[in-house]
């Protein structure tokens, strides 16, 4: 059983933290990560359009939007946040 299936209200809660996280971001024009090519992404953290807890936060976001349908997340890193900020 993964982390998600196990704690749903804990995911909607991360879920509507993240969001509410990314529309509160202090990036003028927002980035999306979905079609971004690994290239597109690391030019917009080197041009600060993006941050390392920024991804982290968009992927985490996704994981809990649409584990429940795809099944592929064994574990997610409860220090991925912390470890982002480091970055």
Request: proline share 1%.
């Amino acid at each position: 059983m993964t982390m998600f299936r196990a704690l749903p209200s804990q995911l909607l809660l991360l879920a509507t933290l993240l969001i509410l996280g990314a529309c509160a971001s202090s990036s003028d024009e927002a980035f999306d990560i979905v079609e971004a090519t690994i290239l597109e992404m690391q030019e917009a953290m080197e041009d600060g359009r993006l941050t390392s807890r920024d991804l982290v936060e968009a992927y985490l976001l996704r994981i809990a939007v649409y584990e429940d349908q795809v099944n592929a997340v064994i574990t997610v890193n409860k220090n991925a946040l912390e470890e982002a900020d480091r970055l």
